[in-house]
């Protein structure tokens, strides 16, 4: 329990300066991010009350299918970058629907203490027209503030490691500076395969933990 709400103040410390680099290149749609990220803050609200309820051992387990399927996600996408999810043409009503569907973000995050990156990125396809780098701009600041959410509820329940979240946030924060710098540069298929590679990295741990 107290990974996951550690695992949230990692991704809040991340994200910051990850955020500042894609606004530097003008890829992020600041409308987009707001709007996706009310319907998280709800959703991981929800979801933090559901995880203080659920043995650890079923959290890990989910959390484990989660990152094997966003590694199956990410590796198709990396060998045709322009793959698309079916675009419903709604107009403006897709306003209306991100917040919905960011509400079950949300509760994902709230729940797994995943960051929901990917998924936000999977919801502006679905319904918004936008480029590979300024989706992951708009999802990482709509990913700062569902995970903010999230990791609020965990603290005031005392479910954070504080010290880890601030050795891990801060060396990751360093990393994440430099790499988004990187990424704004690199092509989509290069950058899919990568987030490939930490979601099986990632699955593997999980699954050792439950094993």
């Known amino acids: 329990m107290d990974s996951v709400g550690t695992s949230l103040w990692v991704d809040i410390i991340t994200t910051i300066s990850v955020i500042l680099v894609y606004f530097r290149h003008g890829n992020v749609d600041l409308k987009v991010s707001l709007i996706l990220g009310v319907g998280a803050i709800l959703g991981a609200q ?38 698309n999810i079916r675009k419903v043409n ?31 990125i ?11 780098k300024r989706m ?21 329940a005392g479910r954070v490691d504080v010290l880890g979240s601030v050795v891990i946030g801060v060396s990751a924060l360093i990393s994440g500076f430099f790499f988004a710098r990187l990424a704004n540069t690199m092509r989509p298929s290069i950058i899919y395969a990568f987030l490939g590679s930490v979601f099986v990295i990632t699955s593997l741990s999980e699954a050792i933990k439950v094993i």
């Open 46 to 83: 929800i979801g933090s009350r559901i995880a203080f309820v659920t043995p650890d051992r079923v959290l890990e387990v989910i959390f484990t299918l989660f990152t094997t399927y966003m590694a199956y996600v990410s590796f198709r996408r990396s060998r045709n970058p322009k793959l």
């Open 90 to 120: 709604i107009g403006t009503l897709s306003y209306a629907f991100a917040p919905l569907l960011s509400i079950l973000i949300g509760v994902v995050t709230g729940t797994l203490g995943a960051s929901g990156g990917i998924m936000f």
């Open 122 to 132: 999977a919801v502006m396809m679905l319904l918004f027209s936008m480029d590979v």
């Open 136 to 156: 992951i701009g708009t999802a990482t600041l709509a990913m700062l503030l569902s995970a903010l959410s999230g990791g609020v509820a965990y603290s005031m």
